[in-house]
């Protein structure tokens, strides 16, 4: 594809999708459009993920992490000192905690906190990754998974920096819909970007064959320590946006179930494709709102009854069952559109 | 510092430290055989005590302020047979079709991140609806608790048995490995799978009994976890079961000795600093991870310094 139609097709889609978020809202009830929201955060985050699980190779289960230090960030840098004065019940906050803010009614702000919260994730990233990729991969499961209890340890510990156990509550709003939509868009066309430019194919040589890679010149540790930062960076803004769309935050919303879910999804979906990840968040999330009256005690279909906590059994029994027989999931690790092109190509 | 003061800190560590040194010896088989990090050993270890607990209800009509010690240890002999059952079937149904279809670690990984998950949420579904709710009361014989003093210091029982009863099983399973003929077989299978298929050895009954040898492991290692905090709840094999693969790298991974060694690290680390630094308390979950990103960053290979070309357990 040469260059002009890329932008030409960019900006087909984009306006597209623009025209949908801004229409959405009087098309749809207020219940389907919060779950859509849900759903254009949670692609962020699944297609964030597949870069380091699916395109890298490299099996993390760091999201729940990143994903609460961007909320914290976030959340931090826009509430007003006043306000952080009343919601740090525990202990005051530290002078620094307490004056950091960007003040939301600035337009640019959130967007400014967004990035900060992002980076700050891409920095722990950096840090971890060091121990984990000095040695062969094996270990960043275990480091990743560590690293998130490490983080829900420190946020209950820490009550002059997070309010510990109590979280924080009254964040501005500012992602709405339609600027989660936005946003969403800008994400899945940088991360597509990167997964289809020079440094995307030494991702994928290092899943295929970390040994031939290196051979031919491909820096392993760097390609597998940028693409866990730019994952890291993705979910750090993630969770920011869903520190805003939620309003209120706690140590206990970013635990391993989070990174589980997003798990499914992008092996659902099929590792390594993108495509294949946006599609998974939909069913995923979907099927989440359908099988909801599984939890419900009251609920029953002849002789099942809803049990609370059945739906996670369901889920991981899926997960099971694709790993035995769909080991490659929905797309594989191609795009949608190989499928429906002609195959040509793409390198 | 009071000398009793210290000698107490090293005695809870150690008893500690065995428990996760029980569960650690299962990763360090279960990785030295297969190259899998096997996340649902912690859940396993889960299940152990669960099943005997459920085992203990059944046997004491759910009555639980008088057991027998024979009861006790009824109810604990058949949690470690269906541990080690369930052992063998997230081997037989789960791993076992994935590595004959010649599938990818990260494929494994993620079938195991599945089973870990699978058990916790079968067993919360269970708990809320058949034993009342998610987190359960452990109850054991008295005799346990019984407090012996020894000079200035007040030691349960229980805290003395679990580190010889741990000791005593990790001879055992030194002997299994280096003196009988299935220890062998595990050793050479650790060397190269392929040769030791083509020399004839059943290599499915060989990796199925690392995983019975490790899981009957990790059930009594959940049972002394339960009866040292006598509760438990589907979730407590996670966090757990993640410090043990903690100890077994920093023991190094693949050996069986530093697992039991890693094991007690962790323990008196655990012990130790908040008993001496008393403000550290609430970060007492994070050293396992802490200490595992030192060994990465330092010594990879563990304390034993298990190169995996050379040597094996």
């Known amino acids: 594809m040469s260059a002009k139609k890329y932008f030409a097709l960019i900006a087909i889609v984009t306006a597209i999708f623009i025209a949908f978020l801004y229409f959405s809202p009087h098309i749809f009830g207020s219940y389907t459009i919060t779950v859509l929201g849900n759903i254009y955060i949670f692609i962020i985050l699944a297609i964030s993920y597949n870069l380091i699980n699916g395109v890298t190779g490299q099996f993390s289960l760091e999201p729940n992490g990143f994903v609460a230090i961007g909320a914290y960030v976030t959340a931090i840098l826009l509430l007003s000192p006043e306000l952080k004065e009343e919601l740090y019940m525990l202990s005051p906050p530290l002078p620094l905690i307490r004056d950091v803010f960007l003040n939301p009614n600035n337009p640019i702000n959130p967007f400014l906190a967004l990035l900060i919260s992002g980076a700050f994730s891409a920095l722990l990233a950096l840090i971890l990754a060091f121990p984990v990729f000095r040695v062969r991969g094996d270990y960043l499961a275990i480091v990743t998974l560590g690293f998130g209890f490490i983080i829900r340890i420190f946020l209950i510990n820490n009550p002059e920096i997070s309010n510990g156990s109590m979280g924080l509550d009254s964040i501005p709003g500012f992602a709405s819909y339609f600027w989660i939509g936005v946003i969403c868009l800008v994400a899945v066309i940088l991360i597509y970007n990167i997964v289809y430019s020079k440094f995307g194919r030494a991702m994928k040589a290092v899943r295929d064959d970390e040994d031939a890679a290196l051979a031919m010149g491909v820096n392993t540790f760097k390609t597998k320590t940028l693409a866990f930062m730019t994952s890291a960076f993705f979910e750090g803004v993630g969770g920011g946006l869903l520190a805003s769309s939620i309003g209120s935050i706690s140590p206990d919303q970013f635990t391993f179930m989070l990174t589980f879910q997003l798990l499914i999804i992008i092996v659902l979906g099929g590792l390594g494709s993108m495509s294949g990840a946006i599609i998974g968040t939909f069913l995923f999330l979907g099927s989440m709102e359908l099988l909801r009256p599984l939890d419900n005690s009251a609920w029953h279909l002849g002789p099942i009854h809803g049990i609370p906590g059945l739906r996670m059994v369901v889920f991981s029994i899926l997960l099971l069952l694709i790993m035995l027989f769909a080991r490659r999931g929905l797309l594989g690790d191609k795009e949608i559109w190989d499928y429906i092109k002609i195959k040509r190509n793409k390198y | ?313």
């Open chain 2, 1 to 313: 510092m009071d000398m009793g003061f210290v000698l107490q800190q090293i005695i809870n560590g150690f008893s500690l430290g065995s428990m996760y040194a029980l569960i650690a010896i299962g990763y360090t088989l279960v990785y030295g055989v297969l190259r899998l990090i096997n996340f649902a050993h912690g859940d396993i270890m889960m299940v152990g005590a669960f099943s005997a607990f459920i085992a203990l209800g059944v046997l004491t009509g759910w009555k639980f302020d008088h057991i027998s010690m024979a009861v006790f240890f009824t109810a604990v002999t058949i949690s470690i047979i269906v541990t080690s059952i369930v052992g063998i079937l997230t081997y037989v149904s789960a791993y076992k079709p994935l590595l004959d279809k010649g599938a990818p670690k990260i494929s494994l990984l993620i079938t195991a991140i599945g089973i870990s998950f699978f058990l916790e949420s079968l067993f919360n579904v269970i708990a809320n609806q058949y034993l009342g709710g998610t987190y359960q009361a452990f109850y054991f014989p008295k005799w346990f608790s019984t407090i012996i003093h020894i000079g200035s210091l007040t030691i349960p029982v229980l805290t003395i048995i679990v580190p010889i009863l741990t000791l005593i099983l990790l001879l055992g399973v030194l002997y299994i490995l280096y003196r009988t003929k299935v220890g062998i077989a595990i050793r050479a299978l650790a060397f190269d799978i392929y040769t030791v298929k083509l020399m004839g050895a059943n290599s499915n009954f060989i990796i199925g009994f690392v995983f019975a040898l490790g899981s009957a492991l990790a059930a009594i290692g959940g049972v002394a976890y339960a009866m040292a905090y006598p509760s438990i709840d589907p979730y407590m094999g996670m966090l757990v079961g993640l410090k043990a693969f903690a100890a077994a790298v920093v023991g190094g991974i693949g050996s069986v000795t530093g697992a039991v060694i890693g094991g007690f690290i962790l323990g008196f680390a655990e012990i130790a600093i908040p008993g001496f630094f008393p403000e550290l308390g609430g970060w007492k979950d994070a050293f396992a991870f802490i200490l595992l990103i030192f060994v990465l960053l330092f010594k990879p290979t563990g304390i034993m310094g298990i190169d995996f070309e050379r040597q094996r357990f």
